[in-house]
């Protein structure tokens, strides 16, 4: 690791890189998939305004003795139930304030719906988000994210080394013949990592839920729910979106759909 920064020590870090055979190259980015992502990244931060502002509201009426029941979209009725109720202590001018941060959750939802219709036009006419949205856990969101951020995923040797890409193997302490394995590495795009994550939960909640129901369940749903029962549903969770990033990379390296009941001919490398 070079110290300073010059440009003799520029040129020769550049000089080690390209020598480096392990050093994998990185595509450019074009300037839709540049758009996409800042359409992801406006819409993150509008949704962190509108969790803050309703934080705010529910605390300054639980003061006054008034509890907003939870979810965002009961928010807006129980605020307004509340100004319409003139029994309870409220002072007139915070009703006005009130009012106007209700106007403001109704202005950050309406810019956050047009944003989420601006993603869909772009899947609508992208195919191959169109395919990934057929994987159980996998929406919007998750497809566009991916296709921007990533982009092609053949630029990975194999699953494995995306989902490694992503952060969710195991992160590796080992000498010898003692091998240590530990929690996932959070290497890479934490948000993509994140949405994985959150569409592995929902589709582990909808396999459960057809297994309550007794309706039919396909393979790779009946293997979710199994490790479920052994390690838990956070570690599950995980382990599926693990598997889910890995089926993205089959899918387009292989240009199939996705199947639930797909049975890998390919034996398992435990060197990789």
């Known amino acids: 690791?070079?110290?300073?920064?010059t440009?003799?020590?520029d040129?020769?870090?550049?000089?080690?890189?390209?020598?480096?055979?392990?050093?994998?190259?990185?595509?450019?980015?074009?300037?839709?998939?540049?758009?996409?992502?800042?359409?992801h990244r406006i819409r993150e931060r509008l949704k962190a305004q509108r969790t803050a502002t309703i934080n705010l509201v529910r605390g300054v009426l639980r003061e006054f003795g008034i509890v907003i029941p939870?979810?965002?979209?009961?928010?807006r009725l129980a605020v307004l139930a509340a100004l319409e109720d003139g029994d309870n202590a409220l002072p007139m001018a915070l009703r006005h304030t009130l009012g106007e941060m209700l106007d403001r959750l109704v202005d950050l939802t309406r810019s956050m719906t047009a944003i989420e219709q601006r993603l869909e036009e772009f899947a609508r006419h992208d195919s191959v988000s169109v395919r990934y949205q057929q994987v159980p856990g996998i929406g919007l969101l998750t497809a566009t994210a991916l296709r921007a951020s990533v982009g092609s995923l053949e630029r990975f040797r194999s699953?494995?080394?995306?989902?490694?890409?992503l952060g969710l193997t195991p992160r590796e302490h080992s000498s010898g013949n003692r091998r240590c394995l530990?929690?996932?590495?959070?290497?890479?795009?934490g948000y993509l990592r994140l949405l994985l994550i959150?569409?592995?939960?929902?589709?582990?909640?909808?396999?459960?839920?057809?297994?309550?129901?007794g309706q039919p369940v396909n393979r790779l749903q009946t293997w979710a729910l199994t490790l479920q029962q052994?390690?838990?549903h956070n570690k599950a969770a995980v382990a599926l979106a693990n598997k889910t990033a890995r089926r993205l990379w089959a899918m387009e390296h292989h240009g199939v759909s996705f199947d639930g009941d797909h049975v890998s001919v390919r034996p398992a490398d435990s060197t990789v």
């Not at 020769?12 to 800042?38: F, H, N, T, W, Y």
């Open 182 to 189: 530990g929690r996932i590495s959070k290497r890479g795009d």
């Open 70 to 75: 939870v979810g965002a979209a009961k928010v």
């Open 198 to 213: 959150h569409g592995a939960r929902a589709s582990l909640r909808a396999a459960h839920l057809r297994a309550q129901r």
């Open 7 to 9: 440009d003799r020590t």
């Open 11 to 39: 040129a020769a870090g550049l000089l080690e890189a390209d020598r480096c055979g392990e050093i994998d190259s990185v595509p450019i980015k074009s300037p839709e998939q540049q758009g996409v992502m800042a359409l």
């Open 230 to 232: 052994r390690i838990g």
């Open 1 to 5: 690791m070079r110290r300073n920064k």
């Open 159 to 165: 699953g494995r080394y995306f989902a490694a890409w």
